[in-house]
Each structure stands twice: as C-alpha cells, then as structure tokens.
C-alpha cells in the first residue's frame, strides 16, 4: 500500500526557510507517470497546489509562489522535498505531501500532512 | 489561473437527503474536474475524477456530472459518515485550481 508521509519543523520564524520532506513507502518515487507534489491549506481555508514533478524530473511551480519554492527529488531515498524561502505568517498552513499515480489529472494519494507555525 | 466557485458554501441536510453541489469555471476544462471529501483533521480523499467517474473505494451514493464551466457533485442517500467539507479541483490547466470548499452539516 502506497503512503506518503511529510516530515520537517513545525515552527519556523518569519523570513527563513521552510523545509519539509516526504518519504513515500509502498512504492518507487520515480515509477513512470508519478506526479508528485505539494499542496497547502491554511488554517481553517481552502486547498492551493505550491509545486509538482512528473517523473521525468520535469518541475511545475504555482505562480504566485515560484520565486520562493524549490521541489526537488532524492530517489536514493524515496523523497520529495519542498523548500519555501522567506516565510512569513500567510505561509501558516497544513502541507500535504500529493501524488498523482498513473496518467491520471487527480491527486488520489495523500500524506496526512503536517502543520507549519510561521512565527517569532 | 482558473477560478472555482462552488455553491452553496454550506448547506445542512439530515441523513437520507439527497445532496447536489454546484461547481463553476471561470472558464470551460472539459471534464478534467475532480471532487475530493475532506473530514475535520484529515487530508482530503479523492471521490470523483473526470468529472463522473468514481474512484475505486467510494460509495455508488457519490455520483458526478457536468462539463465545460458547470459541474455537480451530488450525493443520492446522505449518511452520518458523508458530513464533511467538498472540493472541486480542475486539472485542465497550470495551477490546478480548487473551489473554496462546500460544508455538508447535520440538520
């Protein structure tokens, strides 16, 4: 059974960075047609897609944050990584680790998330 | 990017109900609309993808319809379990957008 489990501080204070990781059991991170990700829900909001990569290693970064984000990818150890640079406290959310597996358009596997405190 | 709006932002139905959700795209995406379930202090669960077919796992009470700008996600019998939040989420065009959530209370 795929899972997907995200890891990383809980508190980080305003304008360092945010570094979470998700190892992912059950399954190979670069199987051909994985699309893994990141999305984010602040407390009490909606869901929004910060980062994704397709198996090939091709990156997508949302818009409104791609100055600040970097994905990457360690096959060595079954993780995908998700760094924010420059928080501040609208970077408070619930980071959940995201796959879309298979050729499929559709997050059907999910971490439980962890929440991230942006505060002095 | 595209934008999501869902309606109504909450509705309180009692066990039995049939439920409908509305969903609308700033703009058409086909059928590459998606439905997610989300519980309090759980991440969201897939439900619908496609805009009508129904993710293995998830009860034949959860049916959807719709393409182009206007979607419907509706539940035909509501049960103590299905009272939670629901999401559309198109998957047509970068970023992958989501409504603003719809909350299905007890009545």
């Known amino acids: 059974q795929l899972q997907l489990q995200e890891s990383g501080p809980g508190l980080v204070k305003p304008s360092e960075t945010l570094s979470l990781t998700c190892t992912v059991s059950?399954?190979?991170?670069?199987?051909?047609?994985?699309?893994w990700g990141w999305v984010r829900q602040p407390p009490g909001e909606g869901l929004e897609c910060i980062a994704s990569?397709?198996?090939?290693?091709?990156?997508y970064y949302n818009p409104s944050l791609k100055s600040r984000v970097t994905l990457s990818v360690d096959t060595s150890k079954n993780q995908v990584s998700l760094s924010l640079s420059s928080v501040t406290a609208a970077d408070t959310a619930v980071y959940y680790c995201?796959?879309?597996?298979?050729?499929?358009?559709?997050?059907?596997?999910w971490g439980q998330g962890t929440l991230v405190t942006v505060s002095s | 990017d595209i934008q999501m709006t869902q309606s109504p932002d909450s509705l309180s139905a009692s066990v039995g109900d049939r439920v409908t959700i509305t969903c609308r795209a700033s703009q058409s995406i086909s059928r590459y609309l998606n439905w997610y379930q989300q519980k309090p202090g759980k991440a969201p669960k897939l439900l619908i993808y496609?805009?009508?077919s129904l993710q293995s796992g998830v009860p034949s009470r959860f049916s959807g319809s719709g393409s182009g700008t206007g979607f419907t996600l509706s539940i035909s019998s509501l049960q103590p379990e299905d009272f939670a939040t629901y999401y559309c989420q198109q998957s047509t065009s970068t970023p992958w957008t989501f409504g603003q959530g719809t909350t299905v209370e007890i009545k």
């Open positions: 995201v796959l879309s597996h298979g050729s499929g358009s559709y997050f059907d596997f």
């Open positions: 990569i397709y198996y090939t290693g091709t990156t």
């Open positions: 059950g399954g190979s991170i670069s199987s051909r047609d994985n699309y």
């Open positions: 496609a805009a009508s």
